[in-house]
């Protein structure tokens, strides 16, 4: 896995993350929306923190900076 999430994006994940489980947590959404909010957030988190998200393969983005050698 080549690495296509970029330093920024990857803070935005984590705090998008950090929303998403603190409005699963602290709303009443429910329990089937409490489960959508957190498995999102375990998404963003997990993508962010390895530093590659399938979709922006999929689709041709690479928000990270190409080495130069």
Same mark, same amino acid.
């Given at each position: ?18 929303? %998403? @489980? #603190?409005? !699963?947590?602290?709303?009443?959404? +429910?329990?089937? =929306?409490?489960?959508? /909010? %957190? @498995? #999102?957030? !375990?998404?963003?988190?997990?993508? +962010?923190?390895? =530093?590659?998200?399938? /979709? ?12 130069? =050698?």
């Amino acid at each position: 896995m080549k690495k296509n999430v970029g330093s920024m994006d990857t803070i935005i994940r984590v705090v998008i993350a950090i929303a %998403l @489980a #603190a409005v !699963a947590f602290m709303m009443d959404v +429910g329990r089937t =929306g409490q489960i959508v /909010l %957190l @498995a #999102a957030a !375990a998404i963003a988190l997990l993508t +962010g923190i390895v =530093g590659f998200c399938p /979709l922006y393969r999929l689709i041709g983005v690479r928000t990270c900076k190409l080495k130069q =050698g």
